[in-house]
Each structure stands twice: as structure tokens, then as C-alpha cells.
């Protein structure tokens, strides 16, 4: 499966505003076109930080599911709305699923629960995600297929390694990890993620 994590900043205060909505107009609408809404979350550690994942089949269902998406009635009647609280959309990465993102049962997330996605970007070969202990969920790294949606940007020239866990984690990595990135994630109410 081909993912897009996707990380908004919006305008201060608006995120609440932005996951009712969203969850409210924008999962089952994209899903009648083919593609998953894995899973949205609020950063703990950015209060205007929304983060959600987006799942396809492969990049040719991506075109086709964005393109009807983004022309439809949905997203006409709801889009504008959601763009007023968000001052940046563009942060994505288009990754490939390595260990599948699992899919719970929406609406059932402990209200408390918090996920960890971490994102080792590489100068090297990418290590076995398998040999991880740390209660991984899933594992995803960079699709290297071009963007063949423009219209909706994509970080290309990244080599992320992203991995979904209940806890952080450890501390040691590997010597061609560049930089890290750490969220802490809470799933939303309707998050199928959690």
C-alpha cells in the first residue's frame, strides 16, 4: 500500500475546528472513492499540528481517488473551510508500506492513548524493520514514484524510515540516520489508527 503522512500547521486555536470537520465530512467520502483514511491524530507536542495518514492501493488508485476527490461536491462544499484553518498543508511524505499500518475499529481509541511515530532520515541502506521489539504497529519507508498529483505536494528528495509504535523508540540508532524526528500522537474520536 502507498501512504501519505501528512502534517498541517494551522492557524492557532483552529485544530479542534479542523478534526470536526474532518472527521465528520472527509473519512467516509474519500473511502466511497477507494482510498483509507488510516488514521488522524493532534500532536501533543504542536498544538497546531494536525497529522493523518492516507492509504491507496498503488500510485495509479492515488491519481484517480485525489482527482475525483478534489473535483467532487465534498470537497467544494467542505474544502474551503478546511483551507481557512491552515496555514501550511504541504509537509508530506509518500511512503510505502513495509509493515502495514493495522486498522482498528473506528470510534474506539482510549481517549488517552497516544502513539509514537518516529522518522529516521537516511544516508544509507534502510535496516530490517522487523527487528524491532518496541510494539510496532507499522513501518513505512519513502515511495520513490514520482508525484503524479502535483496539485497536493510531496517531500521528494527525503529517505524516511517512519515507524509507527506504542512506545518510543530507543535512544541508539543507526550511523546513516541524519536527523529524527519524534511525534507523539493522540488519535482523533474517529481515528481507525489507535
Request: avoid cysteine; hydrophobic fraction near 40%.
Amino acid at each position: 500500500m502507498i501512504v501519505e503522512l501528512r502534517r498541517y500547521t494551522l492557524r492557532e486555536g483552529r485544530r479542534d475546528e479542523l478534526i470536526d470537520l474532518f472527521d465528520r465530512e472527509f473519512v467516509e467520502t474519500q473511502e466511497e472513492l477507494g482510498m483509507a483514511v488510516l488514521g488522524q491524530f493532534r500532536d501533543l507536542d504542536r498544538p497546531d499540528q494536525f497529522v493523518w495518514l492516507r492509504g491507496f492501493t498503488d500510485m495509479r488508485s492515488r491519481r484517480t481517488g485525489l482527482t475525483a476527490f478534489y473535483s467532487g461536491p465534498v470537497w467544494a462544499e467542505h474544502g474551503p473551510a478546511a483551507n481557512a484553518t491552515m496555514l501550511d498543508s504541504d509537509d508530506v511524505l509518500l511512503l510505502r508500506e513495509i509493515v502495514a499500518v493495522p486498522v482498528f475499529d473506528r470510534g474506539t481509541a482510549d481517549p488517552e492513548s497516544v502513539l509514537h511515530a518516529t522518522i529516521w532520515y537516511w544516508s544509507g541502506r534502510f535496516p530490517d524493520p522487523t527487528e524491532s521489539g518496541n510494539e510496532t504497529l507499522a513501518v513505512l519507508r519513502t515511495e520513490y514514484a514520482a508525484n503524479d498529483f502535483p496539485r497536493l505536494p510531496v517531500r521528494d528528495e527525503e529517505h524516511a524510515l517512519v515507524w509507527l509504535t506504542r512506545s518510543p523508540l530507543p535512544a541508539d540508532v543507526p550511523a546513516q540516520v541524519v536527523k529524527i524526528e519524534n511525534l507523539r500522537l493522540r488519535p482523533t474520536r474517529r481515528s481507525s489508527l489507535h
